[in-house]
């Protein structure tokens, strides 16, 4: 049983097209993942300084630390 040059050509392609809707699936995820950590850190930082502002505002003393 001899197997043909396009049944070859037919399975490199399967390979190929598989190959190639994995990578631009983990692509976007990994997009996904970089865009969702950004927003969450732009949002604590919103809400930090929303509340430090808000902390002034009633011109009591604000404790400040840095857990390092």
């Known amino acids: 049983m ?3 040059k396009k049944l070859i050509l ?3 392609l399967i390979i190929w097209i598989s ?5 631009i699936a983990y692509d976007l ?3 996904f993942k970089l865009k969702e950590l950004n927003q969450a850190y732009q949002q604590g930082r919103i809400d ?8 002034a505002e ?5 404790s400040v ?4």
């Open 58 to 62: 009633k011109c009591e003393p604000i």
């Open 48 to 55: 930090t300084i929303n509340s430090l502002i808000q902390q």
């Open 29 to 31: 995820w990994s997009d």
């Open 2 to 4: 001899a197997i043909s």
């Open 65 to 68: 630390f840095s857990k390092k």
């Open 10 to 12: 037919n399975i490199l």
């Open 19 to 23: 190959f190639s809707i994995i990578y």
